[in-house]
């Protein structure tokens, strides 16, 4: 039950993201709706998916969203993105071992290049999908979705854009239970768009107001549950509580370092597989130091941490770990975060935790 309990309250945080969403549409006219199919490949990361990978993979893609154009300080700062939500369906090439998947997802399309009916932007996209088997690559229906591509857009009418894509897509369950191999999926992007209403072509500039606490405290705890490779059943249970120092370096971006300790009570049975050990919890305690950045926009906070261990018993999977953190600002203090370890570049688990940062001059 709790493994599908932190999947509810991914959903109450999607819906959240949707109402952020929703707002940005009602400010406004430029919404859109927009159609893709995708076409690519699954990448054989792991030699034993060599069994599974059957034919190319086929998606199929609607979504509908807004152009901003500068209601908001953070639109001015990305460049005027596009934001919006859809659904996917994905065909992996091999109904009878892979499979398909259905996704819901929420996404964000920031421009690095515009002129004239041309424009290149880099596109992120996060949400759940669920897949309707069991593999030797994943082992749960339900797991996240995250896509991101690099687009060329070009605008052929007045409400038409014609998109040209290339992307990479992963579905996970976070090492919840195994096996989660995951699956990487590379493919080519060709769609269209439909504008609703005659688009918005000046963009509104705001004055940027002045930063004047640029240094700032981050502390967090999250639990989470994990299984063994290869092929647990048992569920652990994971936790971890950091706090990091960042310099803001703008608006939109922070750097930093910080401290981490872990709690991985599966550290039991892997250290001490024939129970001849007295381990006790400062045992299988891990502590780590890490680099931090930061992205936010709107109530969106993207953080990266890649630290090393400077006090574990246990290193066999590593002495680097990465952490991906996607952070949703509840107040201006206080954040509720979901976060994924690897090590080795392998999921280690899903995290999900409260959070709570402050600033001075």
Known sequence: MYKY??????????ARYENLLTAQFSTGKNLFLESNFRYGFLWQHRPSLAEVIGGNI??????VGRQTYGQKIWDQLYRYPTIGVGYTYADFGNPEELGHANALFGYFDIPFY???KNLFSYRLSGGLAYLNKGNIAIGTHLNLYFDASLIYKWTFANRWVLINAFG?????????KMPNLGLNLFSYRLGFRYLFDTPQKDFIHLELPKIDKKNSISIFTAVGTKEKRPGGTTPYTVGSFSTDYLRILSLKHKIGFGLDAFYDESLFETMNPDSTLHLTTSDIMRYGVHASFEAEIYKLVLAIHIGTYIHAKYKDDGAI???VALRYLLTKNIYANISLKTSKGIADYVEWGIGY????K
Request: charged content about 20%; cysteine-free.
């Open 168 to 176: 990479a897509t992963h579905f996970s369950n976070g090492a919840i």
């Open 357 to 360: 940062r402050i600033y001075w």
């Open 114 to 116: 515009r002129k004239n």
């Open 321 to 323: 770990y990465q952490r």
């Open 58 to 63: 086929k998606f199929f893609d609607v979504s």
């Open 5 to 14: 309990l932190k999947y509810i309250i991914f959903i109450i945080a999607f």
